[in-house]
């Protein structure tokens, strides 16, 4: 007679019925972001003319509306070239985007926006040091050495065609361009091209884009355009080693605030704009 046939009955049944054993599955796992298809890559390239139709249709829409009540008498051929104008067109145009990109992860990927573009909350003190991490790389920036050619005048430098639109080419640097081109290059085409393709191809070719997107503000100056590579690489590479797209936020927005720092002291507060520096 076995040790189970001495128990009554009642309690044999619960001695041989084996006990489930739960499966283990990684914290948070079911919040891991879903990755991207070539299909969203298709239809957010399909999105950039579209975009850039519609937004320069908004702010033509704009300027001609509110116009004559703000007295503004500009010619269409010196819309292209006026600052306040190439700053809307800008910013609508990445708001458009941002948009694009909220229908994509939304209805596509059904799941939170912030989650699909990896960000993370960060601790004040790595925010404080990504900030510095952005002030110490235009330092670095400043110390760079002369490798390529470098035109001593660029586009960008039309921006600042006076002491208010320096404010306003400042105002969208420091606190417009990081956080949407960051959202744009760090969060959905890093995510993509990392589903696709892997962590260093979604860092190699995030930062090529980048550049390339301040390819017509450099035109000429190719060691400013090589530095703004080596500048996004970095910011691609702290995404891609922290898994979040915050920390290249606040360092993107540490490089602009004090490279707009050092221009805002060294034309006498945007007073002497023919003091630009050149590199």
């Known amino acids: 007679m076995t040790p189970e046939n001495l128990l009554p009955e009642d309690k044999q049944e619960d001695v041989m019925t084996p006990i489930p054993v739960p499966v283990l599955q990684p914290a948070g796992a079911a919040d891991l972001p879903k990755p991207w298809s070539l299909l969203d890559l298709l239809l957010f390239i399909a999105f950039v003319p579209v975009g850039l139709f519609a937004a320069n249709l908004l702010v033509l829409l704009g300027y001609t509306l509110l116009g004559p009540a703000a007295h503004w008498h500009l010619a269409k051929e010196q819309l292209a070239t006026n600052p306040f104008f190439l700053l809307a067109l800008q910013t609508v145009f990445y708001g458009l985007t941002i948009g694009c990109i909220y229908i994509l992860v939304t209805v596509n990927l059904k799941q939170p926006f912030w989650l699909a573009l990896r960000w993370h909350r960060i601790t004040a003190g ?154």
Not at 159 to 186: D, H, K, N, Q, T
Not at 218 to 227: D, E, I, K, R, V
Not at 249 to 266: D, I, P, R, T
Request: charged content about 10%.
């Open 126 to 279: 790595k925010l404080l040091a990504c900030l510095a991490g952005g002030a110490l790389m235009t330092v670095a920036v400043a110390l760079f050495p002369s490798l390529l050619p470098d035109s001593s005048q660029f586009p960008l430098e039309n921006l600042f065609s006076s002491r208010a639109a320096a404010y306003a080419v400042g105002a969208f640097a420091i606190l417009v361009a990081p956080l949407m081109e960051e959202m744009i290059f760090r969060g959905v085409l890093f995510a993509i091209f990392e589903s696709l393709a892997g962590l260093p191809f979604a860092v190699l070719v995030t930062a090529l884009l980048f550049g390339g997107l301040h390819v017509p503000e450099y035109w000429g100056a190719w060691n400013h355009m090589f530095l703004i590579f080596l500048v996004g690489l970095v910011f691609s590479l702290v995404r891609g080693a922290s898994g979040s797209l915050a920390p290249s936020v606040f360092l993107h927005m540490g490089y602009n605030g004090s490279m707009m720092l050092a221009l805002f002291l060294s034309t006498e507060q945007f007073r002497n704009l023919h003091a630009l520096p050149h590199h």
